[in-house]
């Protein structure tokens, strides 16, 4: 063993990318992704009951590719719903609502999505990188914590 | 030809261990600047002793004058 490094993410994506680790997220956590249309015409009437949760995602940037395309994603689980979008400042946000749930439940439900579509994120995009460099993943698996870990190797002349 | 091995641990809120094997001295930084450009900001570097072993292809000459 040479050396062990840690680093913080940085997420700097196209929509589709991150709407791609959004739904990767969205799997590993048992929520269904939803589609707008039905969403809005199902919206609750009583909203004074129905609690909501706004984070951001630290380190994150959209990067605006079409505008007018509709870049939202909304997920449901257990009544609970997560939409998924691009603020005004470019940064990634997920807005956690749900009726009779506390706002401590779903602030942890936000940071739990949003973490796991951080580390899909990267994920994706290391796998991608690291197979152009030429190196090769001998091996992917998934840790009681949920951490992913991969075994790469490369031969070099 | 030569072979490198990584191990790369992503956390469930996206950090990155990364563990390189078999490189010694600056080819070891050479992929924490790859994988820095790749994930993000680099939050901690820990060296083994291998790290500070001279580079494969450096040769040390040990001359003697007396």
Redesign the interface.
């Known amino acids: 063993m040479s050396a062990v490094a840690v680093f913080a993410p940085i997420v700097i994506a196209s929509w589709p990318a991150l709407g791609a680790a959004v739904a990767s997220a969205a799997t590993s956590l048992g929520f269904s992704i939803v589609d707008q249309a039905v969403t809005n015409a199902n919206q609750s009437q009583n909203t004074d009951s129905v609690q909501r949760v706004d984070l951001e995602i630290p380190g994150s940037e959209v990067v605006l590719e079409t505008l007018g395309r509709d870049q939202r994603i909304r997920l449901v689980r257990d009544g609970v719903e997560a939409l998924f979008a691009r603020d005004a400042r470019g940064r990634a946000s997920v807005c956690v609502t749900g009726e009779g749930y506390s706002e401590e439940i779903l602030r942890q439900v936000g940071e739990e999505l949003s973490g796991r579509m951080v580390q899909h994120y990267v994920l994706q995009k290391l796998k991608s990188e690291l197979d152009s460099r030429g190196m090769n993943l001998v091996e992917e698996t998934v840790g009681e914590d949920q951490s992913i870990r991969l075994r790469v190797r490369h031969w070099q002349n | 030809?030569?072979?490198?091995?990584?191990?790369?641990?992503?956390?469930?809120?996206?950090?990155?261990?990364?563990?390189?094997?078999?490189?010694?001295g600056k080819g070891?930084l050479e992929?924490?600047k790859?994988?820095?450009s790749?994930?993000?900001?680099?939050?901690?570097?820990?060296?083994?002793s291998?790290?500070y072993e001279p580079d494969d292809d450096v040769v040390i000459r040990n001359q003697q004058h007396h």
Do not use: A, W
């Open positions: 030809m030569n072979v490198r091995e990584y191990e790369i641990t992503i956390g469930p809120t996206g950090e990155v261990e990364l563990h390189i094997d078999g490189i010694k070891c992929v924490v790859l994988f820095e790749l994930v993000g900001e680099v939050r901690e570097v820990r060296h083994t291998s790290f």
